[in-house]
Nanobody
Framework: QVRLVDSGGGLVQAGGSLRLSCAAS????????MAWFRQPPGKEREFVSK????????NYADSVKGRFTISRDNAENMVYLQMNSLKPEDTANYYC????????????????????WGQGTQVTVSS
């Protein structure tokens, strides 16, 4: 079992930065790949970024490549999403998610691939 608590959202102007945090409970955190998804208003939840259980492998949605950076601290059971150069289209509710994954599986980026979810944190980017 992994319990996730998202935080760090807020209101920011276009071009600004935010860092989202996800605190995980459970002794098996380091066995889980972690990901961030987002759900814009009136739209479906979409993949943003994923990191392997070791932190050595990452992937990103094309829309955030070069602007967002995912990282994790297994000693502290934390995952982060550093978001720079934010755009109004980044406005969404952001969720962290976890799945047990022994070997890196870059293709596992669908919501149905993830068992554990945070409660979400709202990011609003004003123009």
């Amino acid at each position: 079992q992994v319990r996730l608590v998202d935080s760090g959202g807020g209101l920011v102007q276009a071009g600004g930065s935010l860092r989202l945090s996800c605190a995980a409970s459970g002794r098996t955190f380091s066995s889980h790949a972690m990901a961030w998804f987002r759900q814009p208003p009136g739209k479906e939840r979409e993949f943003v970024s994923k990191i392997s259980r070791s932190g050595l492998n990452t992937n990103y949605a094309d829309s955030v490549k070069g602007r967002f950076t995912i990282s994790r601290d297994n000693a502290e059971n934390m995952v982060y999403l550093q978001m720079n150069s934010l755009k109004p289209e980044d406005t969404a509710n952001y969720y962290c998610a976890a799945r047990y994954e022994w070997a890196w599986a870059q293709s596992k980026i669908e919501t149905s691939d993830y068992v554990y979810w945070g409660q979400g944190t709202q990011v609003t980017v004003s123009s």
